[in-house]
């Protein structure tokens, strides 16, 4: 007999597959920042600033959902810390 998964775990499992399926997503899409109509349509600059933005929400939601600090004292560290080097590197990319 298969075991019923509680509400809670249930709910947490569901938002799982959706992260899993959102980060497939960004993945495919920030490939497409590495072709030829995407550098018809952004400079180079702007093309690797765009995928390192999408990198920086991807690693957001590795941290607080597969890490598991969505709700934790230290989020608000980690959220910090990616904006932090997020913007530094979007720096760096665009000057």
Same mark, same amino acid.
Not at 54 to 65: E, L, N, P
């Given at each position: 007999?298969?075991?019923?998964?509680?509400?809670?775990?249930?709910?947490?499992?569901?938002?799982?597959?959706?992260?899993?399926?959102?980060?497939? &997503?960004?993945?495919?899409? +920030?490939?497409?920042?590495?072709?030829?109509? !995407?550098? *018809?349509l952004?400079?180079? =600059? $702007?093309?690797?600033? &765009?995928?390192?933005?999408? +990198?920086?929400?991807?690693?957001?939601?590795? !941290?607080? *959902?597969?890490?598991?600090l =969505? $709700?934790?004292?230290?989020?608000?560290?980690?959220?910090?810390?990616?904006?932090?080097?997020?913007?530094?590197?979007?720096?760096?990319?665009? =000057?």
């Amino acid at each position: 007999m298969s075991e019923r998964l509680l509400p809670d775990r249930e709910t947490e499992a569901r938002r799982v597959q959706v992260v899993l399926v959102l980060l497939i &997503a960004l993945t495919v899409g +920030a490939l497409w920042f590495t072709t030829d109509t !995407a550098h *018809d349509l952004l400079s180079g =600059r $702007g093309a690797a600033a &765009a995928a390192a933005a999408v +990198a920086f929400v991807k690693a957001r939601f590795v !941290a607080m *959902d597969f890490m598991e600090l =969505r $709700g934790t004292r230290i989020q608000p560290l980690m959220d910090g810390w990616l904006a932090v080097v997020g913007v530094v590197c979007l720096v760096l990319v665009l =000057r």
